[in-house]
C-alpha cells in the first residue's frame, strides 16, 4: 500500500488504500470466475442489471475483466416490472452504465409478457397470501430466461453478493428447504440442457466492498427503496448477520465456505431436479405448468392439454 489506508478490511486484518481495494476486488472476481470455470472464451453473457449498487458494480467489473478476451460478449438485460416510482429511475441508470462502458442493454416489461405490470397486478391481488416479492421473483426469474435466450446469450450474470447468499443459505435452512440448501452453487448447470447457465462473479464479496466498489468507482445507484419490499426473516437475518460479522469478522466467509462443503458432499448423492417444459410456454418446471404460467391463471385441461 502506497497511498493512506481508506478501508480496513477487519476480516483479513489489512489496510488498503483506494487503488489496492479496488484491484483486490477485481481480483476476487477474477479467481471466483476461474475456480468455477464460469466463462469460456465464446460465451455472450446476459448480465441483469436492475440499477441497483450489486448490478451496476457486476456490470463494471465484467466489462473491465472481459476486455482482456475480445471474443466474449457480454449485454446488459433488465425487467421493468412495473413499479411506479420506483422502478423508471432503474432503468434509466442500467441503461446510462450500459451506454457509458459500450455494452448492449435490452429490456422487457411485465406488461409486454405478463399483460399487466406488477402495480396492477397485485390490485387484484389485495388479502391474499402471498407476498409481492413471491409474485415478482418468479415473473423476474422467468423475464431474464426469455430476455437472455432473445438476445442469443449462453450465459446468464446475476449480482448476488456474499451477503444474499449467506442470508438464503440460513432462510432455506431455517425454513426446512434442504434441497434448496445442499444444491446451492456459484454455477447452476444442466446438462439436459433445460436451462442457460447462471453465474455468480460476485458471490464472494460482502455487501458493503460491493458499495464501496461502487463508490471509489464514481457509481451512482438508485436512491428509492421498492415500496413491495417485506421480506421480514430476510431482514432480520441481515441484521443478525451484520451483527455477528462486526463482532467476529470473516464469519460469513466461513459460513460461505460451509456451504461449498455441504454441497461437494452432497452433490454425488443428489439425483438431478426432475425437470420437464411447461405446457404453456415452454419454459423448464418442475410441474406441467411453470409457476409463472399459473400464476398469470394459465390453467391445463385434465387431459394434460391447454384449456
Ligand atoms: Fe420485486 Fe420484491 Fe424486489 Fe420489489 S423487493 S423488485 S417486489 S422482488
Redesign the pocket.
Known sequence: MRNPAFYRREYEGINLCKGCFRSSIERKVRRTINEWKMLEPQDHIAIAV?GGKDSVTLLTILSKLSSRFPSTRLTAVTVD?G?SG??EEAVALASMYARSLGVQHQTITFEELYGQS?DDFLRTKQGERL???S???VW?RKAINLLAKKVGATKIATAHNLDDIVQTFLLNLLEGDTERFVRFSPVLRDPRGFFMPRIKPLCQIPEREVALYGFTNGLEFQSA???????ALRNELRSIVNRLETAHPGIMNSAYRSMIRLRNLAEPTLPPQPLQQCQACGEPSTLSLCEACKMVGVTVSPTGGLP
Open positions: 436492475s416490472e413499479i420506483y422502478r406488477l407476498t409481492a416479492c409474485y415478482c421473483g423476474r427503496s421498492c415500496p413491495y419490499m417485506t421480506e
